[in-house]
């Protein structure tokens, strides 16, 4: 049986991750991708492997190299380069200039250190169990990250992206409303508008009778809103008195139509509709930071050098030098898997083209608070059992956790917020914060959001040694990035902002595929 | 820290779980619930308990009583109503005509055998760690269920009810869609539908200048629009070539609005709108019936007897005789937790009046069938995590496992339908239900969805004994159904068919919970 399964996950017709995303039984679709890997000689062998999981990739490097790799970098992209090189017998050594592996794939628990450039260093004091995904913290269904959890047997969960049962808040709002409510609010009042000027006439030279009937059909179960064709609340909104014994008792009437239009809800409501950010979500059983130490693992501790910084970069004629922290490491090939505006920073010969592109991105700002909590009110008091509150004040999120339901403690992310407002809060000391942190998220959830706080601790990105940013954005994906492509001589370039998956360890791993592809078929060419 | 935590759940002021579903900060509103708990002496004592989890319930009856009851169903109510009882000092025997407990709750794991009255017994064939809910399968985070899974330390996972890349596929549909992709077409064309409208000035009536600019600005963000107020597709509706190391190649324009329209969409798409489906759900780690276990390990196995049909129910003036297989029971009082309909047919001097109340309601048809693959294939190829293809098929749903992501084997429900469709299907011999089913699903996925078959079972809840049907439904909530709420005598009556929460594990426990303070109530009283 198992020997079958595996046998089918390495066959070519199954080789079909990408193709079956482009449609039903469009299998022929690998094209591509797997045309050029056939041509590389990269297509899978069919060596059956022992039970699954982990189960086997459709990604493999095809014969072997036995070059010597200089990797900068033990982020996701560095440890995907050394993981997938040393499948094909490259000897791969990684330089950490922090003190742990992971990069931004960083997941903090109860002792883990974090210091900032500001000279600030917290503690973390969170007890057992409890962990803070203060980097990645959610991975679509159709991203590479999945394939990398499933073949390093890293076990996933559902991450709660979307919950009708957490609260908006904007500015336009009296008060906080579950997004439950206002959704079947602006659904139905949009059913009844759209209804009513269909009925009206409005759209007859855009529809056929028939199409009208089809469309009113629509837009009465869309909106809730029967034949009446008039939106005056739903049972969608929530009641006052649950369905039990007794018969449930209605939030009651709507808002009027202009109050539920001025809540804002257009950002808030789309924002799940999006093809990264789709419910449902996954996160690794643990900590985000699970699949960069299973990848760590795989690579051979050994060979990841931590508390290495790089000094210098230089192109030979038949290798890479690198000058670091103690010393310094020569390798046939370098590749730079660091991000591009500490790259830029760093002396050598990659040539001025090359650094100019590298300078090209810009690093975005982007923080986050994590907030213990002594016992788990959003699920006891509030109901709410994983997923995001959304606001426009300044901590833009509340996060609840996806993991630990029920459990005593739990940690919710107090803001995720990118841009001015993460500059604003990274300028403060922790303490201050954590404070206005939780002034603004008292206005949702009351006291308590206070007082059963037990410790925090805040990240931000664009204060984080050696990383200095939560990601970075391109004025355009033209010429630098299309230059960063290709290697610099003998050095190579991977990231996650060498690709169209900026700020998803997907980036980083599709990213460093495509490396190891591109250097393997010179290394195969040239022996 | 855990005292501390445990004080707080018992604290008056955190007896809010219906409180705080009112609103925010409507803590006085536990108001009727409360107060009558007050009035019966039924609020929660301060006593600290152990560690969490399990965390205490926001349930206790006050107070010890010792008369003896005899519970008529090891079903949810019934085993939450001998819990309760039980906890309250009560001397609690259940009897079980099946022969194991859960009742609905049922849970197929591999050996397990399924007899139907048609005769056919099937015998369940899979794997280790395979399992099909053949009844209930998820859980809504407001319900009741979810505060025994705390109390009694039932794990509990997320529940995927709604998935963005399943598909949707009815008649008028020329091949199946994602449901994201739908989303995104049937969104765009209303948001660009009213928009034209709104600009024509067809509502002028209705909205403000103000307003109309809040309505553009919603519906541009809603349906992707942009400020053309015109849909020719979106990044939404996925990608013919997904974003990569190179950019994203959308899957191309949208069908006409005329083809969208016919999808007949709203059913499909306001499903997960309902405050009972809307995401996230949950469900136990390991099967529905880890409650329903947890719940009689509580009660004691010993105090359980199954296999044991229930002949006669006799109120006497001191207790009520229960006249069964193998013999007869006498106790102070009967808790009747049965199907109706099975009810209706017992003899014994429950009196014309009860005999009819309990006739009234009319058992519904429902049935699945679990189908075991050798591979996860709707993961691998599809990238499929979790959750519902949604069909206008007989078999109108099919349901990707939300348990043992990238494992080997896995579990895909290819059907749950009630009514006609399930009564088509209960006809049928096992072998021909899976082959409807099979022929149905392979529509959709394609043959895999018929070779990578290991085994499969079936569940037609008419035929199934001492239980038939999967659930009931009332004509109205009037004169049948408030007589059964009191008790015949010494007997009362329990289960989910006599609460607004049919069909659900939560109205078993909701009218447990009610049952056993009204008991509890006349016992104090009386003693």
Known sequence: MTEDTDDKATDGKALTRRALLVGLGAAGGAGAMYAAMGALGLAPDRQADDYTPPQRSDFTLRGRGAASVVILGA???????????????YDCTILEARDRIGGRSLTIRGGDRLPELSGETQQARFGEGIYFNAGPARIAQWMLTLDYC??????????????????????????????????????????????????????????????????????????????????????????????????????????????????GLGRTIAFPFGYEQAMPMFQPVGGMDSLARRLADAVGRDKIRTSVEVKKI????????????????????????????????????????????????????????????????????????????????????????????????????????????????????????????LRQGVRI??????????????????????????????????????????????VYFAGDWLTHLIAWQAGALESARKVVTQLHTRVVKEN
């Open 75 to 89: 982020g996701v992209a560095g440890l995907a380069v050394a993981y997938e090189l040393g499948k094909a017998g």
């Open 445 to 490: 959830h009351g006291d308590k959001y206070r007082t059963e706080l037990l410790s925090s601790v805040s990240i931000a990105w664009r204060r984080q040694p050696h990383i200095e940013g939560a990601w970075v954005s391109w004025p355009s994906f033209e010429a630098p990035f299309r230059l960063l492509q290709q290697p610099a001589g003998r």
């Open 150 to 263: 499933r073949e390093l047997g890293v076990p996933i969960e559902p991450f709660v992206n979307d919950n009708a049962s957490a609260y908006v808040y904007n500015t336009g709002m009296k008060a906080p409303v579950r997004a439950r409510t206002a959704r079947a609010d602006i659904y139905g009042y949009v059913s009844e508008l759209l209804a009513k000027a269909t009925n009206a006439g409005a759209l007859d030279r855009r529809l056929t009778p028939g199409d009208k009937e089809l469309l009113l059909d629509f837009l009465s179960e869309f909106g809730d809103i029967g034949k009446s064709y008039t939106y005056d609340g739903s049972e969608r909104r929530g009641y006052r008195v649950e369905p039990g014994v007794s018969a449930p008792v209605p939030l009651g009437p709507p808002p009027p139509l202009q109050e539920v239009l001025r809540y």
């Open 314 to 437: 230089t192109n030979l004629p038949d290798g890479v030098q690198i000058e670091h922290t103690g010393g310094s490491t020569k390798a046939q090939y370098c590749v730079a898997a660091m991000p591009p505006h500490i790259l830029a920073r760093i002396p050598g010969n990659l040539g001025t083209q090359v650094v100019s592109a590298l300078a090209t991105p810009k690093p975005v700002s982007g923080g986050k608070i994590g907030l213990e909590y002594r016992r788990r009110w959003w699920e006891t008091d509030d109901r709410i059992y994983g997923g995001i509150t959304e606001t426009d004040m300044d901590i833009s999120h509340i996060w609840y956790p996806s993991y630990g339901f029920h459990g005593s403690r739990g940690l919710v992310v107090g803001y995720y917020n990118l841009g001015d407002d993460a500059d604003a809060y990274a300028r403060l000391t922790h303490a201050e914060r954590e404070s206005r942190a």
